[in-house]
């Protein structure tokens, strides 16, 4: 069955408000919460840019949530670099001594000495075919965002695919679609706040190389 998750803005609330909702949001029947790391918001507008980490240690006791990787070279570099750090995470959580050699990374004989009851699930997040079907065979589930039907279905086939070659039941494993909305009394009122909020996201291109605040408002 299907679960609503909620995700905290921290682009547009300030932290406190934030955490309450969170505890609405968990009371309400939400299944979990997630929080998106950025140091600006996408508008002048939504006027927040709390610090991600202290927000969710807040929110922590209320709710759980899921990490998303960054930015940082470029594409295909970050992908590799992110799935040679779950190797390494893997590791770790064996509880075993252990060491690594890889392209990017190189650890020395080290181990985890204070281990949770299981390891932690690994979630990634993607809209993009090759790395959903990696995150199948690598990792425990999958967060992409609200795209056309066609495009959602291939990267949930892809996913499923990679984790049916790596042995394991793709049913089994979290699918988490983030879709967007606006919420008010009226379709004219939501609208407007969609408009005034959030138009970064009727953006159909690519957005990443966009920087300023100031320039998604005017793009917008």
């Excluded at 799935?83 to 959580?93: C, D, G, W």
């Excluded at 690994?122 to 990792?139: D, F, N, P, S």
């Excluded at 996913?159 to 042995?167: C, P, S, V």
């Excluded at 049913?171 to 969609?194: C, F, G, V, Y």
């Amino acid at each position: 069955m299907a679960q609503i998750g909620y995700a905290a803005m921290l682009e547009q609330f300030h932290p406190r408000e934030l955490v309450s909702y969170c505890a609405k949001a968990e009371a309400a029947g939400f299944s979990g919460v997630m929080a998106a790391d950025h140091v600006q918001p996408w508008v002048p507008q939504q006027g927040q840019a709390a610090f991600v980490w202290s927000f969710m240690a807040a929110a922590a006791e209320h709710t759980r949530g899921d990490i998303g990787p960054g930015y940082w070279p470029e594409v295909a570099e970050r992908i590799n670099r992110m799935f040679e750090s779950i190797e390494i995470i893997r590791k770790l959580f064996s509880g075993k001594d252990v060491k690594h050699s890889g392209e990017y990374y190189k650890m020395e004989t080290m181990r985890l000495w204070t281990m949770p009851e299981q390891p932690p699930p690994i979630y990634i997040a993607t809209a993009g075919l090759v790395t959903a079907e990696k995150t199948g065979r690598l990792c425990d589930g999958l967060i992409t965002v609200g795209a056309p039907e066609e495009k959602i279905e291939g990267i949930f086939a892809r996913f499923e695919k990679g984790a049916r070659e790596a042995g394991k039941d793709p049913s089994k494993l979290p699918k988490i679609l983030q879709l967007h909305l606006s919420w008010a009394p009226t379709d004219e009122e939501a609208m407007r706040n969609a408009l005034t909020e959030w138009p970064n996201g009727g953006m159909k291109f690519p957005k990443a190389d966009i920087r300023s605040p100031y320039d998604f408002e005017q793009m917008a």
